[in-house]
């Protein structure tokens, strides 16, 4: 068994926490108990991975979604108080770490989707470096690329581009970076994979000839919290098990 504050101190350190300018708190979010001998991981803190954490007697639940964003209301009420008391309840500490978890260099989300699909990385770069650029093993057909995508992370991607258009250099950020796909433009990408799409992606793929792909916040963002959650049972000799709720955004 360890403390709470030794889990937090170490995650902070190891992810460079403070470095990071995010939407919302890194760390401890609710204080539960301050000892901790299980950790529940998850993409998010929702109320089934709360009320799975519950039914694991986990002492800590570790998130890459949060809670407390900007852009949401500030009040404790509806579902966020269903939630919040939940977590009181049982004592349970909800950690969560979110651009720190994407951009680390061996447990983030980024560098975990490339390890999953085989892609090399070859450099960060854009806002808070939090872009990646690499090759693919071989190269293939934006169809092929698609195909192999949809096989590693059990989801139909949504693919934008000509599918017989040949794909080797590709750039990629997880989670809801659609907004960055301009920078992949310019960085000389063939393709540019993340989670999520808006209307104006569209243009610009069949305007520039660079193919988009969105593979699903959650499908790309499953991997990160997982291997954190695997460092600090290596770390501590806490038990740590995972939830992974079937959200197919």
């Known amino acids: 068994m360890t403390t709470r504050q030794e889990i937090l101190a170490w995650c902070d350190e190891t992810l460079q926490a403070a470095a990071y300018k ?5 760390g401890l979010q609710v204080e539960g108990r301050e000892e901790v001998a299980k950790i529940v991981t998850s993409v ?3 109320k089934a991975a709360i009320d799975f954490a519950v039914a694991e007697h986990a ?6 979604h949060g809670m407390f964003w900007k852009s949401e209301p500030l009040t404790i009420t509806g579902w966020k ?15 969560g770490y979110h651009l720190p978890l994407d951009g680390h260099a061996e447990l983030g989300n980024n560098a975990q989707l490339a390890k999953q699909l085989g892609w090399q990385t070859e450099a960060c770069f854009g806002e808070q470096n939090l872009l990646n650029i690499g090759s693919t093993a ?15 992370l059990r989801r139909k991607p949504l693919v934008i581009g000509d599918l017989d258009k040949q794909i080797k250099r590709v750039a ?24 999520e799409v808006s209307e104006a992606q569209y243009h610009l793929s069949n305007e520039t000839g660079v193919a988009f792909v969105g593979a699903g916040h959650h499908a790309t963002e499953r991997y990160g919290v997982r291997v954190l959650g695997d460092a600090l049972a290596h770390r501590f000799g806490v038990q740590v098990c995972h939830f992974d709720e079937n959200n197919p955004v």
């Not at 002492?59 to 890459?64: E, R, S, Y």
């Not at 108080?81 to 950690?95: C, F, G, P, S």
């Not at 169809?143 to 096989?151: K, R, V, Y």
């Open 59 to 64: 002492d800590m639940l570790l998130v890459h």
């Open 138 to 152: 071989q190269v293939q057909t934006l169809a092929q690329f698609a195909d192999g995508l949809e096989s590693v």
């Open 22 to 26: 995010d939407y919302a708190p890194n």
């Open 44 to 46: 998010t803190a929702s």
């Open 172 to 195: 990629w950020c997880t989670g809801g970076a659609q907004g960055f796909f301009q920078e992949a433009i310019e960085a000389g990408a063939d393709v540019y994979v993340t989670g």
């Open 81 to 95: 108080k269903a939630r919040i008391e939940t977590l009181l309840k049982h004592q349970i500490n909800m950690v």
